[in-house]
């Protein structure tokens, strides 16, 4: 599937969540839960996603073409549902990092940063 920069413009800039959801799926195929925990120890717990609103937005992400499930299961009796990133959804979040970067260099031209501590 070809993706338009149009249809970039459509998903950018991403939410947080979003953003973190991709990151991890860059890593590995994970279920719904595991995206959860996965997320959580990525930022450190700053995002903690619930339950309810993760496969809102699983489906979202899904309908906008930056996941997709899995047709792998861990085994024959796995019920679960795994999700990867797919190729637009990479190009995606290569672009919202970059975004960020610049950010952050706008934000370090203010000096915004001197007491952020990281």
């Given at each position: 599937m070809t993706h338009s920069s149009d249809r970039m413009t459509e998903v950018l800039p991403l939410k947080p969540a979003d953003f973190h959801i991709l990151m991890v799926l860059l890593e590995e195929d994970l279920h719904g839960y595991g995206i959860m925990q996965a997320v959580a120890a990525e930022s450190d717990s700053q995002v903690q996603l619930e339950v309810g609103s993760m496969y809102r937005l699983i489906a979202r992400l899904t309908d906008e073409g930056l996941i997709a499930e899995s047709k792998r299961r861990r085994d024959a009796g796995d019920r679960r549902r795994y999700y990867h990133i797919t190729p637009?959804?990479?190009?995606?979040?290569?672009?919202?990092?970059?975004?960020?970067?610049?950010?952050?260099?706008?934000?370090?031209?203010?000096?915004?940063?001197?007491?952020?501590?990281?």
């Open positions: 637009f959804g990479k190009q995606v979040a290569a672009l919202e990092a970059r975004r960020l970067v610049d950010v952050v260099r706008t934000a370090r031209t203010h000096d915004l940063l001197r007491d952020a501590g990281r």
